[in-house]
Structures are given as structure tokens and as C-alpha cells.
């Protein structure tokens, strides 16, 4: 079983749709963060989580929220879906306990809006 | 936002060709990695340097932390037709937040 696991893998919704992507790990870290990767773009960071209950906006925030309820779980919604939301999203975790600390990712969920 | 500069974009190799990318920045780093994506998949995690002037191997794999902290390279020997994927770098912050910059990704295509 995956380390990271990322439901649903492939999403299509309509455009102004209320969407929840879900992140969960076993790896017990805890740090959480959420991805959006585009072509030629690489990945750009949506929103982080360094604890239960801590949020922290990443560079691309706009049009996302997230929940951080529980240290294991890390959910990210789009109030209202429009098309330039379309991308692949990647949910990561870290952990805090090591000096030197490694990103492990999900598989991705594939997100169409139309 | 930040990004790392990351090159070649993209690269068509004959297989059994050695392989090199790099990628630079503007700041400092603690921390470089390379990853490894395929298609429909996640970043899997390739290599990791943690040391300024650090050069570590996985395999065919050997990574290399700039000794100024701003740049680190990947190296592949020997290409075999399963190195196809996306490579990624990325650079850990010192500013104190721990965020992950991300390159923009080296697409290598292996010709069998």
C-alpha cells in the first residue's frame, strides 16, 4: 500500500462545482502539502500544513482552501471549479523531526474541470 | 513564484548514453533532491545531499550539492529505455519555513 495515498486519482467536474481532494498518509510525518502541477510549469505549491490545525498559504492559494483535522489526513477544496483549474494535484509530507528532510508523494489526482 | 532553472528541458538519448542535468538558483539551500516521475504517477524520490560539495550515487545515479549551494547536478550512465520519465529537482529553503522549490522539470526520451 502507498505511503501517501491521494483520492479520487482522476476527477471531471463542472465549472463552478465545490470539489474536496483527500490526502493520507501512514508515514506518521508532520508536515502536509498540497501541489499543482502543470506543463512547463513543474510544481507549484498550493497550501502547507506543518501541524493539526496549522494552514499556511503557498504560492498559488487563490481559488483553494484546505483542512489539516487530523495529523494524518490533509484535504484540499475548490469552492467554485473553474477551468484554469484543471492540472494534475500532488499531496506531500515531510518530516520535521529530521535535520534533513525528504518531500514523499502521492500518485496524483488528475482534476478536469469542464 | 520561485522556481529553480533547471536544463535541458528536454533531452533525447541512445540508450547506453551517459545523461547529465543541472539545476541553478538565486538563493542558498540546506537541502537538493532529485526525483523521478512517471507518466500518471507521482515524484518518486531518486537522491537526496544534504552537504554543500556532497556528490552521492544510487545505482546509475550519481548527484552532486554545488559548493556554493545555488546549483546541484544528476548524472545518468548507462541509459536504459525505463530511465523515461519527467526529472525534477528541488531545493530546500534556509529562510526557516521548510517549503520545497521545485525545477520546472527534464523530460529524457530514451532511443532504443
Known amino acids: 500500500d502507498a505511503d501517501v495515498t491521494q483520492t479520487p486519482r482522476n476527477r471531471i467536474t463542472k465549472t463552478g462545482k465545490r470539489i474536496m481532494l483527500e490526502c493520507s498518509q501512514t508515514k506518521g510525518h508532520d508536515r502536509m502539502y498540497w501541489y499543482r502541477q502543470d506543463p512547463g510549469l513543474g510544481l507549484r505549491l498550493i497550501y502547507y500544513?506543518?501541524?493539526?490545525?496549522?494552514?499556511n498559504k503557498g504560492e498559488i492559494s487563490d481559488g483553494y482552501s484546505v483542512s489539516r483535522q487530523a495529523q494524518a489526513k490533509f484535504s484540499l477544496s475548490l469552492e467554485s471549479a473553474i477551468p484554469n483549474q484543471t492540472a494534475l494535484y500532488f499531496c506531500?509530507?515531510?518530516?520535521?523531526?529530521?535535520?534533513?528532510?525528504?518531500?514523499?508523494f502521492g500518485q496524483g489526482t488528475r482534476l478536469t474541470v469542464v | 513564484g520561485q522556481q529553480l532553472n533547471q536544463s535541458p528541458q528536454s533531452m533525447f538519448i541512445q540508450e547506453g548514453e551517459d545523461v547529465s542535468m543541472n539545476c541553478t538558483s538565486s538563493s542558498i539551500f540546506n537541502t537538493w533532491l532529485w526525483y523521478k516521475q512517471d507518466p500518471g504517477e507521482g515524484p518518486v524520490l531518486l537522491i537526496a545531499?544534504?552537504?554543500?560539495?556532497e556528490l552521492t550515487s544510487n545505482g546509475r545515479l550519481t548527484a552532486q550539492f554545488g559548493i556554493t549551494r545555488k546549483d546541484s547536478f544528476l548524472n545518468i550512465s548507462a541509459s536504459i529505455p525505463s530511465d523515461v520519465g519527467i526529472y525534477f529537482c528541488?531545493?530546500?529553503?534556509?529562510?526557516?519555513?521548510?517549503?520545497?522549490?521545485f525545477g520546472t522539470g527534464t523530460r529524457l526520451k530514451v532511443l532504443a
Open positions: 506531500a509530507t515531510s518530516d520535521s523531526r529530521r535535520m534533513n528532510t525528504e518531500a514523499f
Open positions: 545531499l544534504y552537504k554543500a560539495g
Open positions: 500544513s506543518f501541524d493539526v490545525k496549522d494552514i
Open positions: 528541488a531545493g530546500q529553503s534556509t529562510s526557516g519555513t521548510y517549503k520545497y522549490i
